[in-house]
């Protein structure tokens, strides 16, 4: 991909899996890829056996990076990201934090009301950067295959990030698919996947 012209619309099929937003990692925008469900959705899991820091893991852009270094760390959730091919492509990960969010912007499978506590919406690593939700602000995704019951939905539940928690180790960030709640939860519990991967733009 050479410009922004050149992306497809929202939900297009994309390298793999369905285009679902842009996301800026350190300075370089990528375009983000949702990992087909019956391929690349992962049943309620732990994202790591061990409250231990993981040292590569604190990025909220960069999910790639989050999900090497869990996996190097033993997580067998990061492991199966990476272990995946889908569509010929074989650099899929966990999305970060400021990634599933974008992911829930564009895909949000229900008609609830959104979360709107403190800073919950915003998102600075989104292109272009997004504001607080409102209760009413995303809407239900338009494309019938993500809405609820859908063949590729999210949900409604809880969706592991590969976010570490930066101040307490032993939790990692999770999404909400029902309403957009962001929340940290100890490492142990079991939560949902679903892998992505990028193309930088």
């Given at each position: 991909?050479?410009?922004?012209?050149?992306?497809?619309?929202?939900?297009?099929?994309?390298?793999?899996?369905?285009?679902?937003?842009?996301?800026?990692?350190?300075?370089?925008?990528?375009?983000?890829?949702?990992?087909?469900?019956?391929?690349?959705?992962?049943?309620?899991?732990?994202?790591?056996?061990?409250?231990?820091?993981?040292?590569?893991?604190?990025?909220?852009?960069?999910?790639?990076?989050?999900?090497?270094?869990?996996?190097?760390?033993?997580?067998?959730?990061?492991?199966?990201?990476?272990?995946?091919?889908?569509?010929?492509h074989d650099d899929w990960y966990l999305p970060s934090q400021d990634e599933l969010e974008v992911i829930y912007r564009t895909f949000k499978p229900t008609t609830e009301a959104n979360w709107c506590y403190a800073r919950s919406g915003i998102n600075l690593s989104a292109e272009p950067p997004t504001r607080?939700?409102?209760?009413?602000?995303?809407?239900?995704?338009v494309h019938e295959a993500f809405r609820d019951g859908g063949a590729e939905a999210f949900d409604d539940v809880w969706y592991w990030s590969s976010t570490q928690h930066a101040s307490v180790s032993g939790y990692a960030w999770i999404q909400n698919f029902n309403g957009g709640d962001q929340r940290s939860r100890h490492k142990y519990g079991e939560f949902r996947a679903r892998a992505v991967r990028r193309l930088p733009i």
């Open positions: 991909m050479g410009t922004l012209n050149e992306l497809p619309a929202i939900n297009t099929p994309l390298a793999g899996g369905f285009y679902a937003g842009r996301i800026n990692v350190d300075g370089v925008l990528y375009a983000l890829i949702v990992a087909p469900k019956a391929d690349g959705e992962h049943a309620d899991i732990a994202w790591n056996g061990s409250s231990k820091s993981v040292a590569g893991a604190l990025s909220y852009c960069d999910g790639r990076a989050n999900t090497n270094a869990t996996a190097e760390a033993g997580s067998k959730l990061a492991q199966w990201a990476l272990d995946l091919r889908i569509g010929g607080p939700y409102t209760p009413v602000f995303p809407l239900q995704t």
